[in-house]
């Protein structure tokens, strides 16, 4: 079964850094874009950042000079890496991850993390 799970979330300080990291794992033949998305308390889930297998990287304004996004794909994994930190970022942060089980590729989320920025 293929599954994305992410770890890393918190309670930070504003100012604060938090590093969240996502797995890929199960059976499958190619894992494509990988991504994180946000989605604060009454909002819509919004993108953050994606990087393709070959390390290109797209960002959105939210995430621009703050947030990193960066892969292993030996370990298939996906990082995001967040620093100076505010409470506007306190949000459930969830993985996205393209993969092709032999079918083409299906979006595959992950549960989510909390991060929540506070004082």
């Known amino acids: 079964q293929v599954r994305v799970v992410e770890s890393g979330g918190g309670l930070v300080q504003p100012g604060g850094s938090l590093r969240l990291s996502c797995t890929a794992s199960?059976?499958?033949?190619?894992?494509?874009?990988m991504g994180w998305y946000r989605q604060g308390s009454g909002k819509q889930r919004d993108l953050i950042a994606q990087?393709?297998?070959?390390?290109?990287?797209h960002y959105v304004d939210s995430g621009k000079g703050r947030f990193t996004i960066s892969r292993d794909n030996d370990k298939k994994m996906v990082y995001l890496q967040m620093n100076n930190l505010a409470p506007g970022d306190t949000a459930v942060y969830l993985c996205?991850?393209?993969?092709?089980?032999?079918?083409?590729?299906?979006?595959?989320w992950g549960q989510g993390t909390q991060v929540t920025v506070s004082s």
């Open positions: 996205w991850a393209a993969i092709d089980e032999g079918r083409g590729a299906d979006d595959y």
């Open positions: 199960g059976n499958f033949r190619a894992l494509h874009a």
């Open positions: 990087i393709m297998p070959d390390g290109r990287t």
